[in-house]
């Protein structure tokens, strides 16, 4: 957590998401869980039909949104899951396309949304034009060159379905679910305490912004130092030397 990559992930997200409340953007975290049938005493879910008991099936998952008015019902999927894990790209992209119309139809024209998603492998899926080409019979040094070369900027599937809505989509600092507010929701199935999970959160990023610019300041000052010693050492080298 303390390497300059999570600093550095940290700062643009940051950035990103003061950015997103100063213009009064409508924001909703994102994330999916799963339940086992051993689970269905504490969290049972059901759906228009009556459906959704554990103990019949290996499994179900969801995806969906929370924002400050709690859980966003109209986006909720409720899956089947097996052993192996039965959530894909495929799947997600899908969903996202149905929940990012129905958050747009909610709002209006007008308004902006975003999304805050983690980094999971199907959220990140990127698009055919973006991948990097296949290495096929290269070697490494010549696909290396060619992927600088012709280098494109990532653009991911799942953004761009967003895209169509005019809603964005950003993504929390890899390992820090706990700026995730739906994370702490999901840990304890209490709609209505919504707001005291952001509050939560937005007590983690001060913790983070606060320790990054410590970090950064510890740091200056030892490159500081560092110059003052290779001044003082060029300095005595001179005087050596008349």
Same mark, same amino acid.
């Given at each position: 957590m303390n390497s300059v990559a999570f600093q550095a992930q940290r700062a643009v997200y940051f950035r990103k998401i003061d950015s997103l409340r100063l213009n009064n953007s409508i924001m909703y975290c994102h994330d999916e869980t799963?339940?086992? !049938?051993?689970?269905?005493?504490?969290?049972?879910?059901?759906?228009?039909?009556?459906?959704?008991?554990?103990?019949?099936s290996e499994g179900k998952g969801t995806d969906g949104f929370l924002s400050l008015n709690g859980f966003h019902l109209r986006s909720l999927d409720i899956f089947k899951c097996?052993?192996?894990?039965?959530?894909?790209?495929?799947?997600?992209?899908?969903?996202?396309?149905?929940?990012?119309?129905?958050?747009?139809?909610?709002h209006g024209k007008s308004a902006k949304i975003a999304i805050i998603i983690d980094n999971a492998t199907w959220h990140n899926k990127l698009t055919p034009e973006s991948e990097p080409p296949k290495r096929a019979w290269m070697t490494k040094a010549e696909l290396i060159e060619l992927a600088f070369t012709h280098l494109s900027p990532k653009e991911y599937i799942a953004? !761009?379905?967003?895209? !169509?809505?005019?809603?964005?989509i950003v993504r929390i600092p890899v390992k820090h679910c706990v700026l995730n507010p739906i994370d702490e929701w999901l840990a304890a199935c209490d709609p209505e305490h919504a707001s005291g999970y952001f509050t939560y959160v937005h007590k983690h990023e001060e913790i983070f912004k606060t320790a990054?610019?410590?970090?950064?300041?510890?740091?200056?000052?030892?490159?500081d130092g560092d110059d003052d010693i290779d001044n003082e050492m060029l300095n005595d080298d001179d005087e050596t030397n008349d």
């Open positions: 799963w339940l086992n !049938k051993n689970e269905e005493k504490t969290v049972v879910w059901f759906d228009d039909n009556g459906y959704g008991r554990l103990r019949k097996d052993e192996v894990h039965s959530m894909d790209n495929n799947h997600f992209v899908a969903w996202m396309d149905s929940a990012a119309s129905t958050l747009r139809s909610e953004d !761009k379905i967003a895209s !169509k809505y005019d809603i964005e990054d610019k410590i970090a950064e300041e510890l740091e200056n000052d030892l490159i």
